[in-house]
């Protein structure tokens, strides 16, 4: 079994920034991809970002490039989310989730473990 857990979320206002952390534990994998979600308010869960454990390339949502970033530390098996020029549209829950298998997926249904969520709120 896999556990994903998420921290960092929070109240902020529009402009400042805030880094998401998830942290993996539970059974390993040679290869796995590893992506950020967000659910708003009445809203479907939609994309944010995608990469893989093992390293390579990470896509980004059109509507948090440049403002996001994906990393992640091997040492700790910890994802991070930093994002930057929070904006009141990017208040949801933020959730991480993984997929036994390498490569970038951007559908919820795509992935096979999440993270309870982290409520992110940007005020204007």
């Known amino acids: 079994q896999v556990q994903l857990v998420e921290s960092g979320g929070g109240l902020v206002q529009a402009g400042d920034s805030l880094r998401l952390s998830c942290a993996v534990s539970g059974r390993t994998f040679s290869s796995y991809a590893m992506g950020w979600f967000r659910q708003a308010p009445g809203k479907e869960r939609e994309f944010v970002a995608v990469s893989t454990w093992s390293g390579g390339r990470t896509y980004y949502a059109n509507s948090v490039k440049s403002r996001f970033t994906f990393s992640r530390d091997n040492t700790t098996n910890t994802v991070y989310l930093q994002m930057n020029i929070l904006a009141p549209e990017d208040t949801a829950v933020y959730y991480c989730?993984?997929?036994?298998?390498?490569?970038?997926?951007?559908?919820?249904?795509?992935?096979?473990?999440w993270g309870q969520g982290t409520q992110v709120t940007v005020s204007s």
């Open positions: 989730a993984l997929r036994t298998s390498s490569g970038y997926y951007s559908l919820p249904q795509e992935y096979e473990y």
